[in-house]
Structures are given as C-alpha cells and as structure tokens.
C-alpha cells in the first residue's frame, strides 16, 4: 500500500485547510486510515482515524474543529481542519492499518503503511 498525503500549507489563525491521503496498492485489505501530527521538537500524536465503513475517531484537542471524511471510490481520505490556531503547526502524516482493533487506532504501532507527510504551518 502506498499513500501520497497533500494540502498543506500556510494558513492564518482562523482559516482552514484539507488534506488528502491517497492510498494505492492493495487497499482492500486495510481496515482503516489515520492521521497522526509531528510539531517541531515532539513526538508524533494521534488526530483523527476512519474506517472504510465510515467511523471516525478523534483526539479530543480537535473535536469539533477537524472532519475526516473518506472517498471509497477514489481510495481518498480526507482531513478538514477548521478554526486553525499556532498550536495545530506540524507535519501531518497518514497512515494505513490492516487491524480491526478499532480501540488502538490512536496508536502508531497499529498502523503498517505511512505516507510522507505535509507540513501545516497556522500563523498568529
């Protein structure tokens, strides 16, 4: 599986910004997508996750502001980032699971496939 993340980019505080996460390859056998995010100097966290049967998942810092949705017949998910503040500034990666554990889809270990990441820079 191969996944190819884009969209990012400078926005102001306020503003919006989606994402994209093409996945290619053997799709079929991954149960769900994630987004994880790197700000400088700290560690790669858990925001959102989708199943291809629809579920999300979120970190609750962005609850409410931030939307994954999916497209199956494009292989596509998508992350719409809303309400953006300096705090949401990283490196957004999407990665790929091949495990129905849904309770650890905030977790990096249960993802097999990552994308190279695009960089989200929010301005004050």
């Known amino acids: 599986v191969q996944l190819q993340a884009c969209g990012g980019g400078l926005v102001q505080a306020g503003g919006s910004l989606r994402l994209s996460c093409a996945a290619s390859?053997?799709?079929?056998?991954?149960?769900?997508i994630g987004w994880f995010r790197q700000a400088p100097g700290k560690e790669r966290v858990f925001v959102a996750a989708i199943r291809w049967s629809g579920t999300t998942y979120y970190v609750d810092s962005v609850k409410g502001r931030f939307t994954i949705s999916r497209d199956n017949t494009k292989n596509t998910v998508y992350l719409l980032m809303s309400s953006l503040n300096p705090e949401d500034t990283a490196v957004y990666y999407c990665?790929?699971?091949?495990?129905?554990?849904?309770?650890?889809?905030?977790?990096?270990?249960?993802?097999?496939?990552w994308g190279q990441g695009t960089l989200v820079t929010v301005s004050s």
């Open positions: 390859g053997r799709t079929a056998s991954m149960y769900a």
């Open positions: 990665a790929a699971s091949d495990s129905p554990r849904e309770e650890a889809y905030h977790r990096s270990y249960i993802y097999t496939y």
